[in-house]
T-cell receptor, first 113, second 115 residues
Framework: QQQVKQSPQSLIVQKGGISIINCAYE??????FPWYQQFPGKGPALLIA?????SEKKEGRFTISFNKSAKQFSLHIMDSQPGDSATYFC????????????FGQGTTLQVKP | DTAVSQTPKYLVTQMGNDKSIKCEQN?????MYWYKQDSKKFLKIMFS???????INETVPNRFSPKSPDKAHLNLHINSLELGDSAVYFC??????????????FGPGTRLLVL
């Protein structure tokens, strides 16, 4: 119940294309869903986050779509750029979790020029 | 100025040794964390301290012992290192713990290799 399942494990997209990464969770007590971006040799950094009271959140080229009934959420990267090549992690946490983030398995994105 | 810093960046050591990793944050945050990232890049929380008090203690071998001398520092001491301890260890901090969801800021990681 504490798991967050992420797919695909790896993704190759052409420059200008749309990258889509999907996550699913089971614990209905989760109420905060951040996405973290990690470049090689660096620590993860918050990219964008959503709470389940909205179905979509957009920040620049990055959009989270959230489906509460299906317990799924996804990250869309529009107009993907080579600089977006990184590993992306979805995560979830809930009240009473003391800030504990449950991470998905990660998706390695490569954007080809 | 680095927000969350860790030392050392790389650590190569022999099985059976004891080693420590240090973490410092200058963000004024109350909560600090230790995460382990394995060779498949899977990130898993190990410990969390809120204002020097241990609030998360995952199922981690008791060879791992965190210590928080003050709320800006969180160290990780590992006794009797094993091959399976080889991983990247990340320190992170956030403004508030205790169930509130604030951004966690990660350090650059310490790459531990046990030979």
């Amino acid at each position: 119940q504490q798991q967050v399942k992420q797919s695909p494990q790896s993704l190759i997209v052409q420059k200008g294309g749309i990258s889509i990464i999907n996550c699913a969770y089971e614990n209905t007590a989760f109420d905060y869903f951040p996405w973290y971006q990690q470049f090689p040799g660096k620590g993860p950094a918050l990219l964008i986050a959503i709470r389940p009271d909205v179905s979509e959140k957009k920040e620049g080229r990055f959009t989270i779509s959230f489906n509460k009934s299906a317990k799924q959420f996804s990250l869309h990267i529009m107009d993907s750029q080579p600089g977006d090549s990184a590993t992306y992690f979805c995560a979830a946490t809930g009240s009473g979790n003391t800030g504990k983030l449950i991470f998905g398995q990660g998706t390695t994105l490569q954007v080809k020029p | 100025d680095t927000a969350v810093s860790q030392t050392p960046k790389y650590l190569v050591t022999q099985m059976g040794n004891d080693k420590s990793i240090k973490c410092e944050q200058n963000l004024g945050h109350d909560t600090m964390y230790w995460y382990k990232q394995d060779s498949k890049k899977f990130l898993k929380i190990m410990f969390s301290y809120n204002n020097k008090e241990l609030i998360i203690n995952e199922t981690v071998p008791n060879r791992f012992s965190p210590k928080s001398p003050d709320k800006a520092h969180l160290n990780l001491h590992i006794n009797s290192l094993e091959l399976g301890d080889s991983a990247v260890y990340f320190c992170a901090s956030s403004a508030v713990g205790g169930g509130l969801k604030e951004t966690q800021y990660f350090g650059p990681g310490t790459r531990l290799l046990v030979l």
